[in-house]
């Protein structure tokens, strides 16, 4: 994965004084990234090329990467991340922006969206997570499309580490088992990518951010609902965590989305085909 150098790095304040920071690069409008996790955004790299169409304003959540940590650690629950997203759009000088969202960072998106939708003109919710909206992936739906992979070298280990998984009796090692499932291709550049995320976790940081109190599905759905600007929303056609079927759910929520499903992707779809994966999103951005 490219990496990039740090004087690419800029801070700003949030509302509460903490100092977060961002990375930018690539050239034209600015984009908004969110990553998932809640970790820094350092996974992303530059969305298999998307640079080259926008301006990628990467931030790092509050207390992951290079943004500080915050005197107050209840500040990490999702709901109250929506004030950081605001105060990036005012150190920005944008009255309006697009924003692109991956995972976890997509529950993020939906809750700014449903607060200040007049300040989003496109959104892009890539492989989303479901808390903020309440949408449910059942175990049924999860080993079902896991089995589309049947055919891989490592599938019959990761699969029952998943059954382990969705009959209630996980482990860490189950957990580490099934990262093959995340990925089109578990290559050597899978792998890596993998093992780097894992190294960068913060698990306190991701039970805060789910922490009672952050989501109220049925009223960021009511909000949702109310939302017009043009949403894209792209499933990863083997990916279990985020299956299409229910990707196609989240995209219903919307009066004006387009529902895609990116052919042998996994989570990370930017990973499994790049030039697919840009021409797609870079055409829905346009």
Same mark, same amino acid.
């Given at each position: 994965?490219?990496?990039?150098?740090?004087?690419?790095?800029?801070?700003?304040?949030?509302?509460?004084?903490?100092?977060?920071?961002?990375?930018?690069?690539?050239? @034209?409008? *600015?984009?908004?990234?969110?990553?998932?996790?809640?970790?820094?955004?350092?996974?992303?790299?530059?969305? &298999?090329?998307?640079?080259?169409?926008?301006?990628?304003?990467?931030?790092?959540?509050?207390?992951?990467?290079?943004?500080?940590?915050?005197?107050?650690?209840?500040?990490?629950?999702?709901?109250?991340?929506?004030?950081?997203?605001?105060?990036?759009?005012?150190?920005?000088?944008?009255?309006?922006?697009?924003?692109?969202?991956?995972?976890?960072?997509?529950?993020?998106?939906?809750?700014?969206?449903?607060?200040?939708?007049?300040?989003?003109?496109r959104l892009a919710l890539i492989t989303p997570g479901v808390r903020a909206v309440g949408l449910t992936i059942t175990g049924e739906l999860?080993?079902?499309?896991?089995?589309?992979?049947? &055919?891989?070298?490592?599938? *019959?280990?990761?699969?029952?580490?998943?059954?382990?998984?969705?009959? @209630?009796?996980?482990?860490?090692?189950?957990?580490?088992?099934?990262?093959?499932f995340s990925y089109g291709c578990w290559d050597e550049t899978a792998q890596a990518h993998q093992a780097a995320g894992d190294e960068r976790?913060?698990?306190?940081?991701?039970?805060?951010?789910?922490?009672?109190?952050?989501?109220? *599905?049925?009223?960021?759905?009511?909000?949702?609902?109310?939302?017009?600007?043009?949403?894209?929303?792209?499933? @990863?056609?083997?990916?279990p965590g985020a299956p299409p079927r229910t990707m196609a759910e989240f995209a219903k929520l919307f009066p004006n989305a387009e529902f895609?499903?990116?052919?042998?992707?996994?989570?990370?779809?930017?990973?499994?085909?790049?030039?697919?994966?840009?021409?797609?999103?870079? @055409?829905?951005?346009?």
């Open positions: 994965m490219r990496q990039f150098p740090l004087d690419d790095v800029t801070t700003f304040s949030a509302h509460d004084g903490t100092e977060l920071a961002y990375r930018a690069f690539g050239d @034209g409008t *600015p984009l908004i990234c969110l990553p998932g996790g809640p970790t820094d955004s350092e996974y992303l790299g530059d969305l &298999g090329g998307l640079g080259a169409h926008r301006r990628l304003i990467r931030l790092d959540l509050r207390g992951t990467g290079l943004s500080a940590v915050p005197e107050d650690p209840t500040s990490y629950r999702c709901d109250r991340l929506v004030d950081d997203i605001e105060a990036l759009r005012e150190h920005l000088g944008l009255q309006r922006m697009d924003v692109l969202a991956h995972c976890g960072g997509a529950n993020l998106a939906a809750l700014y969206a449903g607060r200040h939708p007049e300040r989003i003109d999860r080993t079902e499309t896991a089995r589309l992979r049947r &055919g891989e070298p490592w599938f *019959p280990s990761a699969f029952r580490a998943l059954e382990a998984i969705v009959g @209630g009796n996980a482990t860490d090692e189950h957990w580490k088992a099934i990262a093959p976790m913060n698990m306190d940081v991701v039970a805060a951010y789910s922490a009672a109190g952050a989501f109220d *599905p049925e009223a960021t759905r009511t909000a949702l609902a109310r939302f017009t600007s043009p949403v894209f929303l792209l499933a @990863g056609e083997v990916d895609v499903v990116q052919h042998g992707a996994g989570h990370y779809p930017w990973l499994d085909d790049a030039a697919w994966f840009v021409g797609a999103t870079a @055409g829905f951005l346009a």
